[in-house]
Nanobody, 131 residues
Framework: EPRLEQSGGGSVQAGGALRLSCTASGFTFEDSDMGWYRQGPENECEFVSGISTDGTTYSADSVKGRFATSRDNTHNTIYLQMNSLNPEDTAVYYC?????????????????????????WGQGTQVTVSS
């Protein structure tokens, strides 16, 4: 059964950094684009960063230059390095299998809803940034 297990997150002061991890099992990880979404308490589900199978990366304008996704195919894991965090980054963060060219353009109704074949989701992890 496909599964994405997230770790990391927590609370940090503005200007700090955190790293999220997401380890996949039950599907061919190296054949899947992967990415990170977030959903704040009053915000829609936002695609923030992702990485394709060939290592091409994407970051939304809201996090460009601060967040970066990387992948380790040996360990079936992706990472989200978040630097220069600010209170607006407070949200639940989800890793997901994606189609990167779709995810970077398409809005989705809610985080955690599987929309296509490889669109598996992690359990979500809270990131809280205090001012």
């Amino acid at each position: 059964e496909p599964r994405l297990e997230q770790s990391g997150g927590g609370s940090v002061q503005a200007g700090g950094a955190l790293r999220l991890s997401c380890t996949a099992s039950g599907f061919t990880f190296e054949d899947s684009d992967m990415g990170w979404y977030r959903q704040g308490p009053e915000n829609e589900c936002e695609f923030v960063s992702g990485i394709s199978t060939d290592g091409t990366t994407y970051s939304a304008d809201s996090v460009k230059g601060r967040f970066a996704t990387s992948r380790d195919n040996t360990h079936n894991t992706i990472y989200l390095q978040m630097n220069s965090l600010n209170p607006e980054d407070t949200a639940v963060y989800y890793c997901a299998g994606v189609i990167l060219k779709v995810a970077r353009r398409a809005k989705i109704p809610a985080c955690g809803v599987r929309l296509y074949q490889n669109n598996y989701w992690g359990q979500g992890t809270q990131v809280t940034v205090s001012s």
